[in-house]
């Protein structure tokens, strides 16, 4: 059976001496891998298939073994030909024909299933070329011992694998001890690097250790930059001038002082949304009749409504002002109203107090009523009169359950 293969009795003993004695070993090693991996999910056409890339092989074809790695990749991780051909363009096959299944042992020995080895490899061919013992477990382990272990490991190297390009001791280590200070915990640390693994595939240590310090500089309480790393970890692989300028829009186009407890929630706002689009929402204010100092007012309060998208505010505004009859001045002291859901608590809650107060039965402002928790308010305000308006309590369990 072995002899349609096209290897001679030289080829399988692998005899010291023999011609080309060297590169024979490792088309043996990766032709014993590729036989066992195909035996395991085929039939004996696979013989045949590798009898034909042994025979373009010989016929002159300038990779050898670059076929049968396409193969390794297509039988064993699930690749298409096309996606096989992409990824092993990218290899050298003489050094990773036997290093793959190395890998690919000791990437499923730590938990990865054949499609997160399919997924890190796909982003990152050359994983395949890493010594498992040199080059891949002391980052493995460094990563669990920082607290990213089990299933979060995995979905880790599947979704970031180019961290593992990186210096053990010259990025991850410094980088991973930076995040970890700065963040207060190895829990809320973790957390930022599973929302943003580029933290450690791409950054700049020194980058981020800038940006953290312009936040300090800014008068960032420990927890609020704590809070920043866990809720906003891709903003600290910025440019620090990038950081630097957001700070300074906080307080000129926003006007909050960085003593204010606003700024923090400034600083969100500004890194999310970049001056023209700012510019165009506080129009949107202008023509519902805002002052300027009306939208100061609100600014330095809550500067969350301007995240809202430009429909979404027209609509708030249109609702509270227009239908309600509230006016820009009650709304810019209390802008938290701006910033909740119009149709599942805005329109329902409203109704209800409308309902109410028609009846004689109990009378409560919108603001009170919308800063309330779910369940008080429908304690207080729905559940008590279920039997005496049913079809407002009908109404508003439909209304809040979509």
């Given at each position: 059976?072995?002899?349609?293969?096209?290897?001679?009795?030289?080829?399988?003993?692998?005899?010291?001496?023999?011609?080309?004695?060297?590169?024979?070993?490792?088309?043996?090693?990766?032709?014993?891998?590729?036989?066992?991996?195909?035996?395991?999910?085929?039939?004996?056409?696979?013989?045949?298939?590798?009898?034909?890339?042994?025979?373009?092989?010989?016929?002159?074809?300038?990779?050898?073994?670059?076929?049968?790695?396409?193969?390794?990749?297509?039988?064993?991780?699930?690749?298409?030909?096309?996606?096989?051909?992409?990824?092993?363009?990218?290899?050298?096959?003489?050094?990773?024909?036997?290093?793959?299944?190395?890998?690919?042992?000791?990437?499923?020995?730590?938990?990865?299933?054949?499609?997160?080895?399919?997924?890190?490899?796909?982003?990152?061919?050359?994983?395949?070329?890493?010594?498992p013992d040199k080059?891949?477990?002391?980052?493995?382990?460094?990563?669990?011992?920082?607290?990213?272990?089990?299933?979060?490991?995995?979905?880790?190297?599947?979704?970031?694998?180019?961290?593992l390009a990186r210096?053990?001791?010259?990025?991850?280590?410094?980088?991973?001890?930076?995040?970890?200070?700065?963040?207060?915990?190895?829990?809320?640390?973790?957390?930022?690097?599973?929302?943003?693994?580029?933290?450690?595939?791409?950054?700049?240590?020194?980058?981020?250790?800038?940006?953290?310090?312009?936040?300090?500089?800014?008068?960032?309480?420990?927890?609020?930059?704590?809070?920043?790393?866990?809720?906003?970890?891709?903003?600290?692989?910025?440019?620090?001038?990038?950081?630097?300028?957001?700070?300074?829009?906080?307080?000129?186009?926003?006007?909050?002082?960085?003593?204010s407890p606003a700024?923090?929630?400034?600083?969100?706002?500004?890194?999310?949304?970049?001056?023209?689009?700012?510019?165009?929402?506080?129009?949107?204010?202008?023509?519902?009749?805002?002052?300027?100092?009306?939208?100061?007012?609100?600014?330095?309060?809550?500067?969350?409504?301007?995240?809202?998208?430009?429909?979404?505010?027209?609509?708030?505004?249109?609702?509270?002002?227009?239908?309600?009859?509230?006016?820009?001045?009650?709304?810019?002291?209390?802008?938290?109203?701006?910033?909740?859901?119009?149709?599942?608590?805005?329109?329902?809650?409203?109704?209800?107090?409308?309902?109410?107060?028609?009846?004689?039965?109990?009378?409560?402002?919108?603001?009170?009523?919308?800063?309330?928790?779910?369940?008080?308010?429908?304690?207080?305000?729905?559940?008590?009169?279920?039997?005496?308006?049913?079809?407002?309590?009908?109404?508003?369990?439909?209304?809040?359950?979509?």
């Amino acid at each position: 059976m072995l002899g349609t293969t096209g290897f001679s009795s030289a080829q399988i003993l692998v005899i010291p001496g023999s011609k080309n004695y060297g590169y024979r070993q490792r088309k043996l090693f990766f032709f014993i891998s590729t036989y066992n991996c195909k035996l395991r999910s085929s039939t004996g056409s696979n013989y045949y298939t590798t009898a034909k890339v042994e025979a373009a092989e010989t016929a002159g074809n300038r990779t050898p073994g670059s076929h049968l790695l396409v193969d390794y990749f297509t039988d064993c991780l699930n690749f298409s030909r096309d996606e096989a051909i992409s990824a092993v363009a990218k290899l050298s096959p003489y050094k990773s024909q036997a290093n793959a299944a190395i890998v690919v042992d000791y990437l499923k020995r730590i938990g990865m299933e054949q499609t997160h080895i399919k997924a890190a490899v796909s982003k990152f061919p050359k994983l395949l070329l890493y010594h498992p013992d040199k080059n891949l477990h002391p980052k493995i382990q460094c990563l669990e011992e920082f607290g990213i272990s089990g299933r979060d490991l995995v979905d880790f190297v599947a979704r970031h694998p180019f961290f593992l390009a990186r210096g053990l001791e010259t990025h991850l280590r410094p980088t991973l001890h930076l995040i970890r200070q700065a963040a207060g915990s190895n829990q809320n640390a973790a957390k930022a690097l599973k929302r943003f693994g580029r933290l450690l595939s791409y950054s700049s240590c020194k980058a981020i250790e800038n940006n953290i310090l312009l936040l300090q500089e800014a008068g960032l309480s420990d927890d609020q930059i704590q809070r920043f790393i866990v809720e906003r970890p891709c903003y600290l692989t910025s440019k620090p001038a990038w950081i630097g300028n957001i700070l300074t829009r906080v307080e000129t186009d926003f006007g909050i002082s960085r003593s204010s407890p606003a700024f923090y929630c400034g600083l969100l706002v500004a890194a999310a949304l970049n001056k023209s689009t700012v510019d165009k929402k506080l129009e949107i204010f202008r023509s519902y009749g805002w002052s300027n100092s009306e939208i100061s007012t609100m600014l330095q309060k809550l500067p969350q409504p301007l995240t809202l998208s430009e429909a979404r505010l027209k609509k708030v505004l249109n609702f509270l002002m227009n239908e309600l009859g509230y006016g820009s001045h009650y709304l810019a002291f209390r802008p938290v109203l701006l910033k909740y859901s119009l149709e599942k608590k805005i329109i329902p809650r409203s109704q209800v107090l409308k309902i109410l107060e028609e009846n004689e039965l109990r009378a409560c402002s919108l603001f009170t009523a919308i800063v309330m928790s779910e369940s008080k308010f429908f304690g207080e305000y729905v559940l008590p009169y279920k039997n005496k308006l049913p079809d407002m309590y009908q109404k508003y369990i439909t209304s809040t359950a979509k």
